[in-house]
């Protein structure tokens, strides 16, 4: 339809989108097979069928399971060349890519490979689809401020290539607190600071993501609508919020795609932005988050194309870059 060419041809970047959650079953069984792993999966269907989550944890289970078929530099490449090309036809430009060293280097996988992999892809992506691209070195949040501490000395030969660090994982017991001193060694080291904030953490979360970690960034926010001041200061600091619609659903943090809040968002003059969080897992890239709010919320090309803008003026881009999309 008109609206669909409309939302592929509009210029996008991506913010929030975890390498591994683009890990497509079919990926995966190839994967298994050319590493001799065993995945507890008779088949494709099998595996989407194993994806129905009934909260975030539930989800967390089985993407770090997946991940296991993840061995080699090129597995790490293999991953993200394929979802470079699904982001080239859906219309992005420029992705910011957040992979989580530790679920990795925790199974004896050497950081070098897993980032090698990863930045081989992106130059390739680069070359072949005009899709310019950079790192966000992801903290799980259920580990340990010292592991954490480790990923970053691990990530020392290769600070010049990370644009910032991040952090998810179990959000609920995770303050973002517990991570305040990492995230200020990061930011001395000259990296930007996101954070996943609010997706099932209260909106306290989100203060001290700001107050705390310093957030450039807020991954999801949804839970900051629920506090009109933590709203206010969001809009008049200009806070780009990462906000993933199918990821919410399928996470349950709305019960309808018709109860998604993304043009509230717009209306209050928060700074949304639309992403795919895990598109192998939640059943849809980037334009098809566009198109999904699009229709269950009515959204118009002018509300679609701020979406978009607010994309290029959230992204860890030069501001000359940034402004010839706005
Ligand atoms: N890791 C991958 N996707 C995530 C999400 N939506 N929230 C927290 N951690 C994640
Ligand atoms: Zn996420």
């Not at 530099?73 to 982001?87: G, V, W």
């Not at 925790?106 to 680069?126: H, K, Q, T, W, Y």
């Not at 010049?160 to 017991?173: C, F, K, P, Q």
């Not at 399928?250 to 795919?276: F, Q, Y």
Request: net charge negative.
């Amino acid at each position: 339809t008109d609206l669909d060419n409309f939302i592929t041809g509009l210029p996008k970047a991506e913010l929030h989108l975890h390498i591994e959650g683009s890990l497509e079953p079919e990926l995966m069984f190839a994967l298994a097979r050319r590493n001799d792993v065993a995945i507890p999966y008779a088949s494709v269907e099998d595996v989407r069928a194993a994806y129905a989550f009934s909260n975030l944890q539930d989800f967390l289970d089985i993407y770090y399971a997946g991940a296991d078929v993840l061995r080699t530099r090129a597995d790490f490449h293999d991953l993200a060349a394929a979802y470079f090309d699904r982001a080239a036809a859906d219309g992005v430009i420029h992705a910011e890519i957040m992979f989580d060293p530790q679920t990795h280097t925790d199974r004896g996988i050497p950081f070098a490979e897993v980032i090698e992999g990863l930045l081989s892809a992106m130059a390739e992506a680069e070359a072949r689809h005009g899709i310019s691209s950079s790192l966000i070195l992801s903290f799980l949040r259920h580990l340990s401020e010292e592991a954490a501490f480790d990923t970053l000395t691990m990530a020392e030969p290769w600070l010049d290539r990370i644009a910032a660090v991040g952090l998810d994982s179990s959000e609920l017991g995770h303050p973002p607190e517990k991570f305040a001193r990492v995230f200020a060694a990061a930011a001395a080291k000259g990296l930007r600071l996101v954070a996943h904030a609010g997706e099932e953490g209260p909106p306290d979360y989100v203060v001290q993501a700001l107050d705390l970690l310093k957030a450039d960034r807020i991954d999801h926010g949804n839970r900051a609508l629920e506090d009109m001041a933590l709203v206010d200061r969001l809009v008049r600091s200009g806070m780009t919020l990462t906000v993933c619609p199918l990821s919410n659903l399928k996470l349950c943090v709305i019960d309808r795609i018709e109860e998604h809040p993304i043009d509230r968002m717009l209306a209050l003059g928060l700074k949304a932005t639309v992403n795919s969080d895990d598109p192998a897992y939640f059943g849809g890239y980037v334009a098809d988050n566009y198109r999904a709010i699009a229709q269950a919320r009515g959204l118009d090309k002018a509300a679609l194309a701020q979406l978009a803008r607010n994309s290029f003026t959230g992204a860890f881009l030069p501001e000359e870059v940034a402004q010839a999309h706005v």
